[in-house]
């Protein structure tokens, strides 16, 4: 069991109730923490990244567990250091039908595992889709 330990000295009190979600990062409820001890809960420093799905909207039948989706690439973030420029490139190139006969727009959102969007802190990504004729 790896939860996290808070030691507070003195009359010091940690106000984990209006801290957002910091807390529960730590592993602890909302609460004003009063006196020093163990979280109520693992920690989720991760914020439960832990991997990146890149959808397309030119995407519909694209299959991820097991369920038909929009997602055209996922990257595991356990082997990425966060603050640090990464290149990935897929190793094996899929091709998957779109959903359209003609394009107008393409549009890419990055989410996590739990569906929300993910805010990449106004770091610059490129992404570049090869598409063929049948």
């Known amino acids: 069991m790896y939860k996290v330990y808070i030691t507070l000295h003195g009359d010091y009190q940690i106000d984990f109730a209006n801290s957002g979600e910091f807390g529960n990062l730590l592993g602890y409820d909302k609460k004003v923490l009063k006196f020093s001890g163990y979280g109520d809960k693992l920690p989720n420093i991760s914020n439960i990244i832990d991997n990146l799905f890149i ?4 995407l519909s039948e694209s299959i991820v567990s097991g ?5 055209i690439f996922t990257v595991t973030t356990s082997t990425k250091t966060r603050g640090l420029p990464f290149e ?6 899929l091709w998957n039908k779109i959903n359209t006969t003609s394009i107008r727009e393409v549009t890419f959102e990055i989410i996590d595992d739990l ?12 992404l570049t889709v090869v598409l063929k004729s049948n």
């Open 115 to 126: 569906g929300r969007e993910v805010d990449l802190n106004g770091v610059d990504i490129t």
């Open 67 to 71: 369920a038909c989706s929009s997602v």
């Open 88 to 93: 990935l490139n897929p190793r094996h190139l």
């Open 55 to 58: 959808k397309c909207s030119l």
